[in-house]
Nanobody, 115 residues
Framework: QVQLVESGGGLVQPGGSLRLSCVAS????????MGWYRQAPGKQRELVAT???????NKLDSVEGRFFISRDNAKNALYLRMTNLKPEDTATYYC?????????WGQGTQVTVSS
């Protein structure tokens, strides 16, 4: 069983920045891929960015050049640095982790972009 705990969400003005953190209860080098997803009210959950064990990244087109995913193996942590935030980035952001057999989700952290 893998537990994921997110933090770092909040209210920010358009153009602002936030960094989300996700701490795993296991050594993240044992995870095949980790990533961030988001879900806005009335919309389906969508992939924001993923990072494989080998370092390959995948991102939603609309966040390319603005959001940056990284990890710290020593801290068992995954990060999402979000810059130039837009109102359409408002959503609950979820940390995700996958092994070859299972998939795990965090509880989510709310990001609200508003003036």
């Amino acid at each position: 069983q893998v537990q994921l705990v997110e933090s770092g969400g909040g209210l920010v003005q358009p153009g602002g920045s936030l960094r989300l953190s996700c701490v795993a209860s296991v050594t993240i080098s044992s995870l095949y891929v980790m990533g961030w997803y988001r879900q806005a009210p009335g919309k389906q959950r969508e992939l924001v960015a993923t990072l494989t064990y080998g370092g390959r990244t995948n991102k939603l087109d609309s966040v390319e050049g603005r959001f940056f995913i990284s990890r710290d193996n020593a801290k068992n942590a995954l990060y999402l640095r979000m810059t130039n935030l837009k109102p359409e980035d408002t959503a609950t952001y979820y940390c995700n982790a996958r092994t070859t057999l299972d998939e795990y989700w965090g509880q989510g952290t709310q990001v609200t972009v508003s003036s």
